[in-house]
């Protein structure tokens, strides 16, 4: 079993800056990819940020530019850089990891609890 833990959300004021942090819990043997998504009050989860193990990586037009994903393998730990912060970011923001923990096993689908980022004056 795997569990992510995230750290780095809260409160900041418009143009300030966060870092998220998504570790998982055990080491993971594969990681195929590793994302960040959010889901604001009343809206549905969209990604933010995605990277692959081939080196591809896509944010959603809304942050491009601002924000910036980066990945630590060998610590199976993804981390989300936001800058010049909006109100329109707040949100709760969910780390994924896509990997499998043996060579044997499948791959699944892991997901961090969500830690809350709040955007505001």
């Known amino acids: 079993q795997v569990q992510l833990v995230e750290s780095g959300g809260g409160l900041v004021q418009p143009g300030g800056s966060l870092r998220l942090s998504c570790a998982a819990s055990?080491?993971?043997?594969?990681?195929?990819?590793m994302g960040w998504y959010r889901q604001a009050p009343g809206k549905q989860r969209e990604l933010v940020a995605h990277s692959t193990s081939a080196g591809s990586t896509n944010y959603a037009d809304s942050v491009k530019g601002r924000f910036t994903i980066s990945r630590d393998n060998a610590k199976s730990t993804v981390y989300l850089q936001m800058n010049s912060l909006k109100p329109e970011d707040t949100a709760v923001y969910y780390c994924?990891?896509?990997?499998?923990?043996?060579?044997?096993?499948?791959?699944?689908?892991?997901w961090g609890q969500g830690t809350q980022v709040t955007v505001s004056s």
């Open positions: 055990r080491s993971i043997f594969y990681i195929y990819a």
């Open positions: 994924n990891i896509e990997g499998k923990i043996s060579y044997s096993t499948e791959a699944s689908n892991y």
